[in-house]
T-cell receptor, first 119, second 119 residues
């Protein structure tokens, strides 16, 4: 597709269940990001993938959170044993990546997010 | 670590008037980028404008311009001739240049300013 695609757009789950959120980046974008946005708050960095480099996981809030990415394609964010405080919109973004530098460096293209509600 | 501060949680402006959103940041870096992103009610984040720290000239994109004061670490966004479609959350963001050692394409966001344009 032309843009970053995320699924599901909305997810309601019970406390303690595991959830998987999917992100399909723009084709050719080497960099992929996950951010969390709690209601009325700014964006909280979770994890960043860049090509074949080791991901920057410094923003993951606990070991219940993990993310994978296959090559330069789809990424999955997994939250295990969900808690009510995990309720938020999870935003995925992709970018061309500095190694392909020039125009667009630093410009992130965002998906519409996955709204997670933990009951 | 870098921090981004937006001191105005909410602002409003009359259609066709001009409004300025404030942003300050804290960093010891010399090479970096600054951004303003817009998040309308549809949730999808869109890049509004970008400024490279090494450029003295303020960036301009149509009705949007910035006042970049590097020494003061200030990066305000001016919206001229405000339109109803400008109603959105506006986020200021910082990125250490990915083209230098230790750089990254991770964006650090402020908490946002909710702008309402009134008819």
């Amino acid at each position: 597709g032309a843009g970053v695609s995320q699924s599901p757009s909305n997810k309601v789950t019970e406390k303690g269940k595991d959830v998987e959120l999917r992100c399909d980046p723009i084709s050719g974008h080497t960099a992929l990001y996950w951010y969390r946005q709690r209601l009325g708050q700014g964006l909280e960095f979770l994890i960043y993938f860049q090509g074949n480099s080791a991901p920057d996981k410094s923003g993951l809030p606990s070991d219940r959170f993990s993310a994978e990415r296959t090559g330069e394609s789809v990424s999955t964010l997994t939250i295990q044993r969900t808690q009510q405080e995990d309720s938020a919109v999870y935003l995925c973004a992709s970018s061309r990546g500095a190694e392909r530098g020039g125009l667009g460096t630093g410009e992130l293209f965002f998906g519409e997010g996955s709204r997670l509600t933990v009951l | 670590a870098q921090t981004v501060t937006q001191s105005q949680p909410e602002m409003s402006v009359q259609e066709a008037e001009t409004v300025t959103l404030s942003c300050t940041y804290d960093t010891s870096e010399n090479n970096y980028y600054l951004f303003w992103y817009k998040q309308p009610p549809s949730r999808q984040m869109i890049l509004v404008i970008r400024q490279e720290a090494y450029k003295q000239q303020n960036a301009t994109e149509n009705r949007f311009s910035v006042n970049f004061q590097k020494a003061a670490k200030s990066f305000s966004l001016k919206i001229s001739d405000s339109q109803l479609g400008d109603t959105a959350m506006y986020f200021c963001a910082f990125m250490k240049s990915p083209l230098i050692q230790g750089g990254s394409e991770k964006l650090v966001f402020g908490k946002g300013t909710k702008l309402t344009v009134n008819p």
